[in-house]
C-alpha cells in the first residue's frame, strides 16, 4: 500500500508542519557564520533545475548569499508537500525536485553566481506506513529501511501534548506524530547520518537546516556535526515560544538556531499592534542572541498555520502589508535573515505546482502557480541594502507614535515605512553623504541609474521624502545616482614596485590572472602556462611584479581561465585601464623610486662580462637567483648582452646575492657553469669581482 494511503496521515498532516519547521544552524567557533549583510531564501519544492536558473538569472545578480532547498533524500510517494519529511532512504538519486546529476548541476550552477546552497536534513526520524520510496526503495513502518532496521531506533512511545511543557526526555526521544525516532545517540546511526551530510558537503553543499532539532539532544547533534568534513554552515530548527521543557538556548553551543518568535511578533505588530514599539526589537523581546538567529517573516510551516505564530503570521497573501513587514525585517539588524519564496496554496497540504517556474524561456511566478516573493521588489531590492548596510548600527531613529517609522544604518542606509493610511511627508536626518539616491522600494537600481524615484540628501545629511500610505522608501550608498557636489576624499595613492603591471578592476573579473609571454629582453621572464599568474589586489587595480624590468611583454588579463582580454603589449606604461595602457602615476600609483616605472640599475643588479672568450654576440642564460622567486630563470641561450666600456652587461632589475650563469655566444661556443656569488656582479679574467673593479658603472 502507498504511504499516501496510509491511516496515520490525517494526524500526521496537521502536526508535521509544526514539528518541522525549517531553519539553518551554525555551530559557534567550529563551523561558518554568515557576513552581517547577508540574506538567504528558501525556494520552497522547487526543482533542482529551476533553482540552477535563478541562481543564473536573479539570485546570484540580486545578492543573495544562500538558498535552503527542500529535503533532496528519497521520500515517501504522494503529493501533499510534507511527503519531503518522510525519508525512506538517505540517498539523492531521486526525489521529487529531481536527479542526483540534477542536484550536482544545481550546486555547481549556483557556486558560480556566489550562492550557496544549504539543504533541509531531515534527521530525527524515518517514513511512516510501508511502501516503496521515490527510488524504488521498499521501508517498513519502524522495521526496514535500506540504512536502517528495527535496533537503529528509539523503543517504541509517542509525544503526547503534555509533554511538550514538562517531559524533555519524551520530545526527544519519543515518536513525532507517530514517525520513527531514529535513535541518534547510537554509533552506527550517527555515522550513517554523518555519512549522509558528508556526501552532500563533497558535492559543495555550504550548509544544513537540521530539521526537527527540537526531537533531537543536543548532544547528538554534535555528535554527528563534529564529523563533518569542512566548515558548513548549520542552522537548527526549534520551536520556542516560552514556558516548555525545551528551550532554544540549549541548542547554541550547536550552531544558529531558528527565532519563531521573531516571526510572531513581527506579525503581531504589523497587523495588531503599533510599529513605534519595534524600537528595540531584538534580544530585549526575549529573543536569543541576535548573532545566533534564523529570522523570517513566515516559514513553510507558520505560513499554513502550523507551529508558532497562528494567524499573527503575514504570508504573501497579505500583499502590501507583507512587503513592508519584510522591508523592516531586511533593513533591521538582528538575525540572518530568510525570505519564504512560495507556491499559490489553499489547501494547506497541497503540494507544488507541476509546472516549473522556468518553463521553456517563459518565468511563471506571480499567478496561480509559483509566488516568488523573493523576486518582489520591495523584498529584492532590499538584499542589495542589507549588503550595503553590514553591521553598522541604527541611528536617526523616527516614529510619529504609532505606525509611522524611520530609521537609519549608520552611514550607509535609511529607510522609511509607513504603514497608515494616510500620506507621510516629511524632512529626515540621515548621516548619508550628500548625492542623489534610487529609492530602491520604486525602483530598480542599475549601473548608476534608477527606474523609480530619486531622493536627494543634502549636504546636512536631510532627505524630502513623500510617502503613500501603506508604502515604503529605502536608500542606501550603493545605489547612488548622479554626481556628488561634494566627493570624498581620494585615498592615498598605492607604493608600488617600479615594475608591476596592473589592471583595472573595471573588468568585473572575481579572481584576475595575468598570462604572459615572449619578454624582451628575451629570456629576462620565463613564459608562464594558462591561465597565468593570480594578480594581487591594489585599492582598485589587480597588479603583478614580474621582478625584473622589461620593455616589453605579450599579455591577456582573464578571469582565472575565464572571461579574457584580446593579446595586449605591454611597453613600458605598466597600467591597464579603460581599453589603453597608462603609466603606473596616471592611474593613481606612488612608483617607489618616485620619478620612473623602472628602477635604474646598480651594483647588485647590473651582471658584467669581459668577453675573453672573444663572442661575437654575447648572451647571458641565468637561473636559480637568490633570494629566491626575484628573478625568474631564463630559456637558453639567455638574454642579449649590451657592451658597456668594453664589457658586455645586463640589467637584471632585481637585487642579488646569487646567481647561476653560463655566458655563451648566442647558443655556440660557452663557458663552463658559473655561480655569482656575494654581490661581485662582474666576471673579469676568469673570476668574479666587484663591478667597480672593472672600471664598469651602470648606467
Known amino acids: 500500500m502507498q504511504n499516501h494511503n496510509n491511516p496515520l496521515l490525517p494526524r500526521l498532516c496537521h502536526w508535521l508542519a509544526g514539528a518541522l519547521s525549517i531553519t539553518l544552524l551554525s555551530i559557534s567557533g567550529a563551523f561558518a557564520q554568515p557576513a552581517p549583510g547577508d540574506t538567504f531564501v528558501h525556494l520552497f519544492e522547487w526543482r533542482w533545475s529551476d533553482i540552477a536558473t535563478e541562481c543564473e538569472q536573479h539570485l546570484g545578480p540580486k545578492g543573495y548569499a544562500g538558498i535552503q532547498v527542500s529535503p533532496p533524500q528519497e521520500h515517501i510517494q504522494g503529493d501533499a508537500w510534507w511527503t519531503r519529511y518522510q525519508p525512506v532512504s538517505f540517498t539523492i538519486d531521486n526525489s521529487r525536485s529531481g536527479t542526483r546529476a540534477e542536484f550536482i548541476d544545481m550546486v555547481q550552477r549556483c557556486d558560480a553566481a556566489g550562492v550557496d546552497i544549504y539543504v533541509d536534513a531531515v534527521i530525527n526520524h524515518t517514513a511512516a506506513g510501508s511502501g516503496v520510496g521515490t527510488n524504488g526503495s521498499n521501508y517498513s513502518y519502524g522495521t526496514s529501511y535500506p540504512e ?38 547510537a554509533e552506527y546511526v550517527r555515522q550513517t547520518l554523518a555519512n549522509y551530510l558528508n556526501d552532500l558537503i563533497n558535492i559543495g553543499v555550504k550548509g544544513f537546516r537540521l530539521d526537527a532539532s527540537k526531537h533531537m539532544s543536543p548532544t547528538d547533534i554534535n555528535a554527528i556535526t563534529s564529523r563533518l568534513n569542512g566548515n558548513p554552515y548549520i542552522f537548527q530548527e526549534v520551536i520556542d515560544l516560552g ?51 534564523v529570522v523570517f517573516t513566515d516559514n513553510h510551516d507558520n505560513q499554513r498555520g502550523h507551529g508558532a505564530g497562528g494567524s499573527n503570521v503575514l504570508t504573501y497573501k497579505d500583499g502590501s502589508l507583507y512587503d513592508l513587514s519584510n522591508v523592516f525585517m531586511l533593513a533591521w539588524p538582528y538575525g540572518y535573515p530568510k525570505v519564504m519564496s512560495s507556491f499559490d496554496f489553499s489547501d494547506s497540504e497541497a503540494g507544488p505546482p507541476s509546472a516549473p517556474v522556468h518553463n521553456n524561456g517563459n518565468l511563471n511566478c506571480y499567478g496561480s502557480d509559483w509566488k516568488c516573493e523573493h523576486r518582489w521588489r520591495p ?31 549608520g552611514d550607509a542606509g535609511f529607510v522609511i515605512i509607513n504603514r497608515e493610511g494616510n500620506q507621510l511627508t516629511r524632512t529626515f536626518s540621515t548621516n548619508l553623504p550628500e548625492g542623489e539616491y534610487c529609492n530602491v522600494i520604486d525602483g530598480d537600481f542599475d549601473n548608476g541609474s534608477c527606474s523609480g524615484e530619486i531622493l536627494w540628501v543634502n549636504a ?5 521624502v513623500s510617502l503613500d500610505g501603506m508604502t515604503a522608501a529605502a536608500i542606501h550608498r550603493d545605489a547612488r545616482v548622479g554626481t556628488d557636489p561634494e566627493p570624498e576624499p581620494e585615498p592615498e595613492p598605492d607604493t608600488i614596485n617600479a615594475n608591476s603591471i596592473c589592471l583595472s578592476n573595471q573588468t568585473g573579473y572575481s579572481n584576475p590572472h595575468i598570462y604572459y609571454w615572449s619578454p624582451s629582453p628575451s629570456g629576462a621572464l620565463a613564459s608562464t602556462t594558462w591561465p597565468g599568474e593570480a594578480m594581487t589586489a591594489q585599492g582598485d587595480y589587480h597588479c603583478f611584479d614580474p621582478g625584473v624590468a622589461l620593455s616589453s611583454l605579450n599579455i591577456v588579463f582573464n578571469d582565472n581561465g575565464g572571461a579574457q582580454t584580446s593579446d595586449l603589449t605591454y611597453t613600458g606604461d605598466g597600467c591597464y585601464s579603460n581599453g589603453q595602457w597608462q603609466s603606473l602615476e596616471q592611474c593613481g600609483f606612488t612608483v617607489d623610486d618616485g620619478t620612473q616605472t623602472s628602477p635604474s640599475p646598480s651594483e647588485s643588479t647590473y651582471v658584467c662580462y669581459d668577453n675573453a672568450n672573444g663572442f661575437s654576440n654575447p648572451h647571458m642564460h641565468f637561473w636559480n637567483a637568490s633570494p629566491s622567486g626575484v628573478l625568474a630563470d631564463s630559456n637558453w641561450p639567455g638574454v642579449v648582452l649590451e657592451a658597456n666600456n668594453g664589457f658586455y652587461c645586463y640589467d637584471t632589475g632585481a637585487e642579488l646575492t646569487d646567481l647561476n650563469v653560463v655566458f655563451n655566444d648566442n647558443g655556440g661556443a660557452q663557458t663552463a657553469d658559473l655561480t655569482m656569488t656575494g654581490g661581485n656582479t662582474c666576471y673579469q679574467n676568469g673570476q668574479w669581482t666587484a663591478l667597480s673593479n672593472c672600471g664598469v658603472s651602470a648606467p
Open 148 to 185: 536502517f532496521s528495527t535496533n537503529d531506533f528509539h523503543a517504541p512511545c509517542d509525544i503526547s501534548g503534555s509533554d511538550y511543557a514538562s517531559n524533555a526526555w519524551a520530545v526527544r526521544n519519543c515518536r513525532l506524530v507517530g514517525l520513527p525516532d531514529l535513535d541518534t545517540g
Open 243 to 293: 514556558g516548555e521543557a525545551v528551550s532554544a538556548g540549549e541548542y547554541l553551543s550547536g550552531g544558529d538556531v531558528t527565532e519563531f518568535r521573531y516571526s510572531a511578533e513581527l506579525g503581531n505588530q504589523f497587523k495588531n499592534g503599533q510599529l513605534n514599539w519595534l524600537q528595540n526589537f531584538g534580544e530585549s523581546w526575549g529573543f536569543i542572541s541576535g548573532g545566533s538567529a
Open 379 to 409: 523584498i529584492a531590492n532590499m538584499v542589495a541594502f542589507r549588503s550595503a548596510v553590514g553591521d553598522q548600527p541604527v541611528n536617526n531613529w523616527w516614529d510619529n507614535g504609532s505606525n509611522q517609522i524611520a530609521f537609519g544604518r
Open 460 to 464: 546636512q545629511g536631510q532627505v524630502d
